[in-house]
Nanobody, 126 residues
């Protein structure tokens, strides 16, 4: 089993930056594919970005590509989401999630992920 704890959320003005962290404990973190999702009030949870286990392949939803960067440090059991040029529409609770999955497979659906963190609130003001 894996436990995930997100941090780094907060209130920021549009155009600002935040870096979210997701720290894992439990099984060997490097075995897991990691994704970031977000859920805005009244909306469904949506995929934001993901990163493969040791291949360091990354994927982004179109609305954040070029502004957000996902990275991981397996030695620290941590995945990061660097968010630049934030927009009001980025306001949401951000969750990290992991799945063992299969090498070379891309996971973007939340029902594919096995373990979830509790979420961290990101609020972007105009």
């Amino acid at each position: 089993q894996v436990q995930l704890v997100e941090s780094g959320g907060g209130l920021v003005q549009a155009g600002g930056s935040l870096r979210l962290s997701c720290v894992a404990s439990g099984r060997t973190f490097s075995e897991y594919y990691v994704g970031w999702f977000r859920q805005a009030p009244g909306k469904e949870r949506e995929f934001v970005a993901s990163i493969s286990r040791n291949e360091y392949s990354t994927y982004y939803t179109d609305s954040v590509r070029g502004r957000f960067t996902i990275s991981r440090d397996n030695a620290k059991n941590t995945v990061y989401l660097q968010m630049n040029n934030l927009k009001v529409e980025d306001t949401a609770v951000y969750y990290c999630a992991v799945v063992l999955g299969s090498p070379g497979t891309y996971y973007s659906s939340d029902d594919e992920y096995e373990y979830w963190g509790q979420g961290t609130q990101v609020t972007v003001s105009s």
